[in-house]
């Protein structure tokens, strides 16, 4: 716990003003990674382990992502969709709705799980396990796929009105999802809409699966309790606990991935859940890989003005503190370690801070190092389109903020590196 009520006289509520211009960036100090909150070096992989690792998984979730649940809850699922020969025969999908019931809440929490699969592989396949922003049905213009009916974001020109998906909306993330691409390279993809889990708005928290977790009475999480970045990563633990069920895909060999809100959510997920064999994190930005301290582009105070819902109250005590936080994002991408990780930025995502997630993943490479193995060697931003690392990557591609196929191109070579 770090108090936060004797505060230096200088720090105080500041505008709500951002800025993407380096010279503005404020000289910091990072926490140290290799350096217990009692001051002990750290200086073995088992120092890292039994010490390091554990007081850092423990200030990220209390002070930012929030605590989840960890009692375990009944899942059952049920079929959908099974549809075989697509793809001229090279693939299998099918839709499966786990159902989660926590405790002994009367109802159930769906979520529906799009599933490609490769057809006829004699084995059990790697997958990539990714959340979607607006439902399995827009990643194909296939008519067999479900319509979500769950709440979304209107957006209009993408066919979601009064918050819900019509049949307009289908295909409108193709672009995003190179899944034939997948397939012919011998992966699953497994993905569910995030508002299944928890519907991105600030509702009081009304629906999505915290109230099946509230005590009598409490009608809000606590302040140290979870938010919703916390709560999609725990869906996603959810879905790979049923990808156990799934003879044909191997649960050891699934990579979480996400682009921007949840690119930090598959980081959390990969931080928090040491089963995930491999973490892509997508413009994930401020919250994800980008430093805070660098308060460049979207800052603490900003996003948890815009999103209160995302992280838990207690983080924002650090709005304009961010030299005060006990820690800073390379620590999050350490607790990765030695798991593969990949961290990506494109050049127009100024918003994102890509110099800021360089570096994050640059400095996290000190802990691979200690467990034995190579991550980022140079603290020297690597030129636009050429990736630097090794288990732990980085790219900075051209173009605006999106999944483009030159990233899912690098995701796939990393996978084949680390998974195959
Ligand atoms: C922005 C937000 C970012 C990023 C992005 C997204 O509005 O400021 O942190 O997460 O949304 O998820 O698309």
Request: charged residues 20%.
């Amino acid at each position: 716990m770090v108090a936060l009520a004797v505060l230096p006289a200088w720090v105080g509520a500041q505008p709500l003003i951002t800025h993407e211009d380096e010279s503005k960036v404020p000289s910091y100090i990072l926490p140290d990674l290799l350096t217990s909150e009692n001051g002990k070096p750290i200086l073995s992989a088992e120092a890292w382990r039994s010490l390091r690792r554990p007081e850092l998984l423990e200030l990220f979730t209390h002070q930012m992502f929030g605590e989840a649940p960890s009692e375990a809850v009944e899942l059952s699922s049920e079929l959908l969709t099974d549809q075989r020969g697509l793809m001229d025969g090279a693939a299998h999908c099918k839709e499966v709705v786990i159902h989660l019931r926590p405790r002994e809440a009367k109802t159930t929490l769906p979520i529906t799980v799009l599933i490609y699969q490769p057809a006829g592989s004699p084995k059990p396949v790697p997958a990539f396990l990714a959340l979607n922003f607006a439902g399995n049905h827009t990643l194909s213009d296939d008519p067999q796929i479900r319509l979500s009916q769950t709440w979304m974001r209107n957006q209009p020109d993408r066919g979601i009105v009064d918050h819900r998906a019509t049949e307009a909306s289908r295909g409108t993330q193709a672009g995003r999802w190179p899944v034939r691409k997948i397939i012919d390279r011998g992966y699953a993809l497994v993905t569910a809409y995030y508002g299944d889990i928890d519907p991105d708005f600030d509702d009081g928290w009304s629906n999505g699966i915290h109230p099946f977790f509230f005590r009598e009475g409490q009608q809000a999480p606590e302040v140290h309790q979870w938010g919703s970045i916390a709560a999609w990563a725990w869906g996603l633990s959810r879905i790979l606990d049923y990808l156990h069920q799934e003879p044909t895909i191997d649960p050891k060999r699934v990579a979480v991935m996400g682009h921007s809100r949840l690119g930090k959510t598959a980081l959390w997920a990969g931080a928090s859940d040491e089963r995930f064999a491999l973490v892509i994190s997508n413009n994930s930005g401020c919250g994800g890989a980008a430093l805070s301290r660098r308060a460049y582009g979207e800052t603490l105070r900003r996003i948890n003005s815009s999103f209160p819902h995302w992280f838990n109250d207690a983080f924002t005590r650090f709005n304009d503190r961010e030299a005060l936080l006990p820690f800073d994002q390379h620590q999050l991408l350490a607790l990765i370690a030695p798991r593969p990780l990949y961290v990506a930025s494109a050049a127009e995502d100024q918003w994102a801070d890509p110099k800021g997630e360089f570096l994050s993943a640059w400095h996290a490479s000190s802990v691979y190092r200690l467990l034995g193995s190579r991550g980022i060697e140079s603290g020297v931003m690597p030129a636009l389109d050429e990736p630097v690392g090794h288990q732990v990557r980085y790219h900075i591609r051209r173009g605006p903020h999106d999944v483009t196929d030159y990233d899912w191109a690098q995701y796939l070579d990393f996978a084949d590196a680390h998974l195959k």
